[in-house]
């Protein structure tokens, strides 16, 4: 008999949580030895706490004997199986759905969960055991196996519409029970799927009764730590206060050369009046924030000195690469406001999302304190389901696969090839030189005019050098005007003229005036297999504003233009939070700006310092901000060149430097 799926028995245990309280209150285990069994588990993923507790209990198995596959996605039929089996596998009439054979292995579980009306068959008497469950499917099923009880509120999610009538009220009472939050954007996307490793958090918290891992998360699960600066100890109460209220880590800003009373006297030409007085002060600080990639967001306090924070805040500040994170500055004064204090800092954190500034008399208790926190509006970590597509640990690249999982499911690699005005023998050879050095992503479209080249080129590739056709990621996109007026038939031409029998994704290449029912278009070809994965190019926070709430798949990817002297630093984090990976053309600059570009002073003195060249410092430092990179060249050594990106790291030192360097300079009209 085949295994059941691991992914049913976490389902299974979800459903027995809801009938009975008293028999899941299982004590979790703190062992985490069950994650050592499987080659593709890491002891310190996000998961592994939650996966092991399921190991362990015998709530899940691995997909294999060596592997837990915590990136699959799960079936109707491991989800069917799952229930079954934790019903005790209870006597069933065949039900003899058309696409079950009598002697499959989740026959009897489907003809079951169909019979306890928990799971039912489609309309044409299929049941579709392989196909991915879905959110809405999800929330119903475990609603009906509650009992369906009515939600206290109807569901308020921007796309509400978009849920089926049968899982409206499901979702909103999933929704209620913490079982299945909204993602980012407060859309409950309800075609979207869930992971093995998603379904285990949700198994843990649901089991523990937790939504909190305590000593992990900060305040509602994102990773927070409060900075400070006191000179005098003023400041120092009320971070300790706020770290402690949000259970956050606490770091002081500590001066290598600490400061007297001398020091601080006022107006008497004291190293704080010239420090205040030279915009270029830069105080050094002893010691370091090691793990600053880690953050969520930053509570940043300190005094108010002539008006102004002190300039140490300043050399903090251009110590980290700070995008995406959030930084809520405070501060204390004895007499003076926080006037411009917190938004003259704001140029020295390229990228990060600054709140506004609070300031507070010396002295100030801990309950006012807890006032001030209690009004933020911070930002959460997806929670359970969502939990892998979090701003820092959702889209999270793993450098050692040199992969990201995107929101489909589906793995992509984090560098690739473009092949924009590659043509003929010199594309098809560009891109057979780039898979001989490993390149696993190759960036196309139908506006290109090689599509077919790129597909040969694959082909013979695949022949020559033995590869796979699942391990090549291949992208194109079709174009605004009369491609998008007639979708259907431009997106079957580029699955033609690729000839490599699905794409792994394709793009709108703009928007335009028939992008939604192109993407709609898009959307039914994924259904058919012939499309893995959907995304957009060139789609800015506006436009994304306007496209998201009229479509159901939510993009995996976002493609701009993005490069050192146009970084996009305020629309990369707006589209990672909403779980879609950035991918960025013209990582180089383009062509005619190149040059320019690999010559900059800034980059090629990083460059030297780690025996690299500018080009692999560039890309490097678009994947260690969370974008995917393609670069395009005919040339064998650049391509190969532009592969060998993880054998070094750029320091938070050296990230804001080059973030200093956004000109906001665009090389395209695009």
Same mark, same amino acid.
């Given at each position: 008999?085949?295994?059941?799926?691991?992914?049913?028995?976490?389902?299974?245990?979800?459903?027995?949580?809801?009938?009975?309280?008293?028999?899941?209150?299982?004590?979790?285990?703190?062992?985490?030895?069950?994650?050592?069994?499987?080659?593709?588990?890491?002891?310190?993923?996000?998961?592994?706490?939650?996966?092991?507790?399921?190991?362990?209990?015998?709530?899940?198995?691995?997909?294999?004997?060596?592997?837990?596959?915590?990136?699959?996605?799960?079936?109707?039929?491991?989800?069917?199986?799952?229930?079954?089996?934790?019903?005790?596998?209870?006597?069933?009439?065949?039900?003899?759905?058309?696409?079950?054979?009598?002697?499959?292995?989740?026959? !009897? =579980?489907? %003809? /079951? $969960?169909? @019979? *306890?009306? #928990? +799971?039912?068959?489609?309309?044409? &008497?299929?049941?579709?055991?392989?196909?991915?469950?879905?959110?809405?499917?999800?929330?119903?099923?475990?609603?009906?196996?509650?009992?369906?009880?009515?939600?206290?509120?109807?569901?308020?999610?921007?796309?509400?519409?978009?849920?089926?009538?049968?899982?409206? !009220? =499901?979702? %909103? /009472? $999933?929704? @209620? *029970?913490? #079982? +299945?939050?909204?993602?980012?954007? &407060?859309?409950?996307?309800?075609?979207?799927?869930?992971?093995?490793?998603?379904?285990?958090?949700?198994?843990?918290?649901?089991?523990?009764?937790?939504?909190?891992?305590?000593?992990?998360?900060?305040?509602?699960?994102?990773?927070?730590?409060?900075?400070?600066?006191? =000179?005098?100890?003023?400041?120092?109460?009320?971070?300790?206060?706020?770290?402690?209220?949000?259970?956050?880590?606490?770091?002081?800003?500590?001066?290598?050369?600490?400061?007297?009373?001398?020091?601080?006297?006022?107006?008497?030409?004291?190293?704080?009046?010239?420090?205040?007085?030279?915009?270029?002060?830069?105080?050094?600080?002893?010691?370091?924030?090691?793990?600053?990639?880690?953050?969520?967001?930053?509570?940043?306090?300190?005094?108010?000195?002539?008006?102004?924070?002190?300039?140490?805040?300043?050399?903090?500040?251009?110590?980290?690469?700070?995008?995406?994170?959030?930084?809520?500055?405070?501060?204390?004064?004895?007499?003076?406001?926080?006037?411009?204090?917190?938004?003259?800092?704001?140029?020295?954190?390229?990228?990060?999302?600054?709140?506004?500034?609070?300031?507070?008399?010396?002295?100030?208790?801990?309950?006012?304190?807890?006032?001030?926190?209690?009004?933020?509006?911070?930002?959460?970590?997806?929670?359970?389901?969502?939990?892998?597509?979090?701003?820092?640990?959702?889209?999270?690249?793993?450098?050692?696969?040199?992969?990201?999982?995107?929101?489909?499911?589906?793995?992509?690699?984090?560098?690739?090839?473009?092949?924009?005005?590659?043509?003929?023998?010199?594309?098809?050879?560009?891109?057979?030189?780039?898979?001989?050095?490993?390149?696993?992503?190759?960036?196309?479209?139908?506006?290109?005019?090689?599509?077919?080249?790129?597909?040969?080129?694959?082909?013979?590739?695949?022949?020559?050098?033995?590869?796979?056709?699942?391990?090549?990621?291949?992208?194109?996109?079709?174009?605004?005007?009369?491609?998008?007026?007639?979708?259907?038939?431009?997106?079957?031409?580029?699955?033609?003229?690729?000839?490599?029998?699905?794409?792994?994704?394709?793009?709108?290449?703009?928007?335009?005036?028939?992008?939604?029912?192109?993407?709609?278009?898009?959307?039914?070809?994924?259904?058919?297999?012939?499309?893995?994965?959907?995304?957009?190019?060139?789609?800015?926070?506006?436009?994304?504003?306007?496209?998201?709430?009229?479509?159901?798949?939510?993009?995996?990817?976002?493609?701009?233009?993005?490069?050192?002297?146009?970084?996009?630093?305020?629309?990369?984090?707006?589209?990672?939070?909403?779980?879609?990976?950035?991918?960025?053309?013209?990582?180089?600059?383009?062509?005619?700006?190149?040059?320019?570009?690999?010559?900059?002073?800034?980059?090629?003195?990083?460059?030297?310092?780690?025996?690299?060249?500018?080009?692999?410092?560039?890309?490097?430092?678009?994947?260690?901000?969370?974008?995917?990179?393609?670069?395009?060249?005919?040339?064998?050594?650049?391509?190969?060149?532009?592969?060998?990106?993880?054998?070094?790291?750029?320091?938070?030192?050296?990230?804001?430097?080059?973030?200093?360097?956004?000109?906001?300079?665009?090389?395209?009209?695009?």
């Amino acid at each position: 008999m085949k295994k059941w799926k691991p992914i049913a028995l976490f389902m299974a245990a979800c459903i027995l949580c809801l009938l009975s309280m008293t028999a899941c209150a299982v004590e979790p285990s703190a062992s985490a030895a069950p994650v050592a069994a499987f080659s593709d588990l890491d002891a310190g993923a996000w998961y592994a706490e939650d996966v092991t507790y399921c190991l362990e209990n015998g709530l899940m198995d691995g997909s294999s004997s060596m592997a837990f596959s915590p990136n699959a996605p799960a079936s109707r039929a491991e989800l069917a199986a799952a229930l079954y089996r934790k019903a005790g596998k209870p006597e069933t009439e065949a039900r003899g759905f058309s696409d079950i054979p009598d002697q499959s292995w989740y026959a !009897d =579980a489907a %003809s /079951w $969960a169909a @019979e *306890q009306g #928990i +799971i039912g068959g489609y309309s044409d &008497n299929r049941f579709g055991g392989e196909d991915p469950v879905t959110r809405q499917q999800l929330a119903a099923i475990l609603w009906r196996s509650a009992g369906e009880p009515a939600p206290s509120e109807k569901g308020a999610f921007v796309d509400q519409a978009r849920i089926a009538a049968y899982a409206a !009220d =499901a979702s %909103s /009472w $999933a929704q @209620e *029970q913490g #079982i +299945i939050n909204g993602k980012a954007g &407060n859309q409950f996307d309800p075609h979207g799927t869930a992971t093995r490793a998603q379904l285990a958090v949700m198994l843990y918290r649901w089991m523990s009764g937790s939504t909190e891992k305590d000593g992990i998360f900060g305040m509602d699960g994102t990773q927070t730590l409060v900075a400070y600066f006191s =000179a005098t100890n003023t400041t120092r109460s009320l971070a300790e206060y706020t770290a402690d209220i949000l259970s956050a880590d606490l770091y002081e800003i500590v001066p290598e050369v600490p400061y007297t009373d001398a020091d601080l006297a006022y107006y008497t030409n004291s190293r704080a009046d010239r420090e205040q007085n030279d915009p270029t002060a830069r105080p050094a600080i002893s010691g370091s924030v090691e793990n600053m990639a880690d953050y969520d967001v930053i509570f940043l306090g300190y005094p108010i000195w002539h008006g102004q924070a002190p300039r140490i805040i300043d050399t903090f500040l251009e110590s980290y690469d700070l995008t995406g994170k959030t930084i809520v500055p405070f501060c204390t004064s004895h007499s003076s406001g926080i006037g411009s204090s917190d938004t003259n800092l704001h140029a020295l954190a390229v990228g990060a999302n600054w709140r506004a500034g609070h300031r507070f008399a010396g002295g100030t208790d801990r309950s006012t304190i807890e006032d001030w926190i209690g009004g933020l509006d911070l930002p959460k970590l997806e929670t359970v389901v969502d939990a892998a597509t979090s701003t820092t640990r959702k889209t999270a690249f793993n450098f050692e696969s040199k992969s990201v999982t995107l929101n489909s499911g589906y793995e992509m690699p984090l560098n690739g090839l473009g092949t924009y005005s590659l043509y003929g023998d010199t594309c098809v050879n560009a891109v057979k030189s780039a898979l001989g050095s490993g390149v696993r992503l190759i960036d196309t479209a139908s506006a290109y005019g090689n599509e077919e080249e790129i597909g040969q080129a694959v082909r013979e590739a695949m022949a020559e050098l033995g590869l796979k056709r699942e391990n090549i990621f291949i992208i194109t996109k079709i174009y605004p005007g009369r491609e998008m007026a007639d979708p259907e038939r431009s997106i079957q031409a580029c699955l033609d003229r690729l000839d490599l029998d699905y794409v792994d994704m394709m793009l709108l290449h703009h928007p335009d005036q028939n992008d939604v029912k192109a993407y709609q278009a898009m959307e039914k070809f994924v259904e058919k297999g012939k499309i893995r994965s959907l995304g957009l190019s060139n789609w800015y926070v506006k436009e994304l504003e306007e496209f998201l709430p009229q479509v159901s798949i939510t993009p995996a990817l976002v493609q701009n233009e993005i490069h050192p002297y146009y970084q996009e630093n305020d629309v990369i984090p707006y589209i990672q939070n909403l779980g879609i990976v950035v991918q960025g053309w013209y990582p180089l600059g383009g062509r005619g700006h190149a040059a320019e570009l690999l010559g900059d002073e800034v980059i090629a003195g990083i460059a030297k310092a780690h025996g690299v060249s500018s080009a692999q410092v560039i890309l490097r430092w678009n994947l260690q901000k969370g974008v995917v990179v393609i670069p395009g060249s005919s040339n064998p050594d650049h391509i190969k060149e532009n592969t060998e990106l993880y054998g070094f790291a750029l320091t938070d030192q050296e990230m804001a430097r080059i973030n200093a360097l956004d000109r906001n300079e665009k090389h395209d009209w695009y």
